[in-house]
């Protein structure tokens, strides 16, 4: 899977969830890098989860971070690669919705 149909597989992993959810995302951001400077990842959620936001004004956007390699080294083919992007994508999505990773395993997205 080349960068370009990693990324257009991010893209359609975003345009794959419910308008309602996606029209409350707030002040977040989506990127794709290789890998995590640190830990193996397949995606990462950095930012105040809505259930946390009180006094907001003025943060900068979250992140979410996908990372193409360990996902691409976990998955069998490009099938597989898709399907691994659209639950990191979800499952980092649930955190900013405040959803922790315990009730994300359990229904599905991790």
């Known amino acids: 899977m080349t960068d370009a149909e990693f ?19 707030d002040n977040v951001v989506v990127l794709v ?3 995590h400077p640190t830990e193996d990842l397949l995606g990462l959620y950095e930012g105040v ?11 900068l956007p979250d992140v979410i971070h996908i990372y193409r390699l360990p996902i691409l080294d976990l998955a069998e083919d490009e099938d597989d690669a898709r399907h691994e992007i ?19 395993h359990e ?4």
Not at 11 to 24: G, H, Q
Not at 86 to 104: K, N, P, Q, S
């Open 33 to 35: 890098e290789d890998e």
């Open 107 to 110: 229904l599905g997205f991790g």
């Open 86 to 104: 659209a639950v990191t994508v979800a499952h980092e999505i649930g955190h900013h919705f405040g959803i922790d990773d315990e009730r994300l």
């Open 7 to 25: 990324d257009e597989a991010v893209n359609d992993a975003l345009d794959s969830l419910p308008d309602e959810l996606m029209s409350r995302l």
């Open 49 to 59: 989860a809505l259930t946390e936001r009180f006094e907001y004004s003025g943060h």
